[in-house]
């Protein structure tokens, strides 16, 4: 089990896969709120203050080459915004989680 777990991460550094991890985890912290607890998503994004810069930095893992941003800015972001998108971030958390507090324009009072 040890040469199996230690293949899946080869030429990973230790950065990376904490960076991996925390956008999983907020991933799946989105979904789970937007289905769970979804009155608390929208007095959130109600509460929510910014525009997004349509960056892709919070839809796509930081440490890899999303294929929808190109030039910096997201190819799709203009016709067609993925609902998880379109709800990033949910609060604060989000964003620490997503690692993208350095680009976010999103906050709250």
């Known amino acids: 089990m040890k040469e199996?777990?230690?293949?899946?991460?080869?030429?990973?550094?230790?950065?990376?896969?904490?960076?991996?991890?925390?956008?999983?985890?907020?991933?799946?912290?989105?979904?789970y709120l937007y289905y769970f607890r979804r009155d608390y998503v929208d007095s959130q994004i109600r509460s929510r203050r910014g525009d997004c810069q349509g960056c892709g930095a919070a839809c796509c893992l930081r440490?890899?080459?999303?294929?929808?941003?190109?030039?910096g800015k997201c190819s799709i972001y203009a016709t067609h915004i993925p609902r998880f998108c379109k709800i990033f971030p949910v609060d604060p958390l989000d964003i620490r989680l997503a690692s993208v507090e350095d680009v976010c324009q999103f906050h709250w009072e």
Not at 63 to 71: A, G, L, P, Q
């Open 63 to 71: 440490t890899r080459k999303c294929f929808y941003v190109k030039d």
């Open 4 to 31: 199996a777990e230690t293949s899946v991460m080869k030429g990973w550094s230790r950065k990376t896969a904490f960076i991996i991890g925390k956008s999983l985890l907020s991933s799946l912290r989105r979904r």
